[in-house]
């Protein structure tokens, strides 16, 4: 890892920079709950000032722009006694400013199953290799609980990564590309006094970050809990809307529908984005249903995200960012469910 320095208004010119050669995509301020509270969206933008880095998370994680809710897998059309098959692949540049830590490190988990999995994506891989990702340290949101599972700190996963210490980033690169990139603007090497500066801010952030959530053993309390009154106490509150897998930047399960026009002339395969807490997730040929009821299909999300997917990949999915939570109108969040089932002492 190589670290420089860069000035605000030079940052500023490193983003007109980038904006020739590529889309952005960043943190826009889009409206404000009632209580005054701001709402961001990682969205395009064509101008410095569109930005909103000041930003404690957006509603809706950055996964979109690489594994959009709904994308067209290949189209196919018939004639002349054959057919032919057209699939795309996004190659357009890309950049996405102001990503936090754990969603950076949500990208590195989605990596380990959309391109490192048996059955890699394509698609995923074109936006991935195509995405320049700048990262940016921040003040803890409100619910969040990364620090319990350890993704408020980065050491990879991006290609330059800024921390706020006063009158300067200190920023931390870590590919070719960052590097070419940032030496388009005057770079300082770093001083004393700039760790020092980087230190200071690292542990205010930290000292912030209040939330605790026992993860440790989760793995263990999942498999021992399993029959446990607070999946149907949780469950019996889930209204089935799917939201939560939705905002969340690490759920990456899908559906996938072929149509055909009504002439028979083309059709097409389409992926959809999909969740487990709908009713027909776990629904099979014959209608039978593995998972009918809400309690059920709650325990199964629990389980992927901090069992299955820990057994499978040493991690767990979950980087902690709560915006399950958050977006829940059943009130449904991973700190409180946690907590039930550590009180179980089963
Ligand atoms: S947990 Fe909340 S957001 Fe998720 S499906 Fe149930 S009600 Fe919807
Ligand atoms: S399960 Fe919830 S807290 Fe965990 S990564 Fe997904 S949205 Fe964030």
Known sequence: ?????????????????????????????????PDGTPIHQFLPIEAFSEMD????????????????????????????????????????????????ACDIHALLKLDKVMLKGPFPSPYYKARRENTVIIGMDHEPCGSGFCASLGTDILTHGFDLFLTDIGDRYFVAVDSDRGFRILSQVPLAEVTDEDRRRYVRARAAISEKQTIKVHTRNLPTLLDLTFNSAVWEKWGSKCLSCGACAMVCPTCYCYGVKERV?????????????????????????????????????????????????????DEPMCVGCNRCGDTCLAGINPPDVIADLEQENP
Not at 10 to 27: G, K, S, V, Y
Not at 55 to 68: D, G, H, V
Not at 75 to 97: C, E, H, L, M, V
Request: hydrophobic share 35%; net charge positive; charged share 25%.
């Open 1 to 33: 890892m190589l670290y420089k320095t860069i000035t605000k208004s030079d940052f500023e010119h490193l983003i007109d920079f980038i904006l020739e050669q590529n889309e952005i995509i960043a943190p826009r301020k889009v409206g404000e709950k």
């Open 53 to 100: 880095l000041d930003y404690s998370k957006t509603e809706y994680s950055a996964k979109t722009y690489f594994l959009p809710f709904r994308e067209n897998l290949s189209t196919w059309s018939f004639g002349d006694g054959g057919w032919k098959q057209d699939i795309q692949y996004r190659q357009k540049p890309r950049a996405i400013i102001g990503l936090h």
């Open 261 to 313: 026009c009504m002439d028979l002339a083309s059709a097409s395969k389409v992926k959809q984005l999909h969740s487990c807490n709908l009713v027909d997730f776990a629904e099979v040929a014959g209608g039978h249903n593995f998972r009918p009821t809400r309690e059920h299909r709650l325990k199964y999300r629990y389980y992927h995200q901090h069992r299955g997917f820990a057994e499978a990949y």
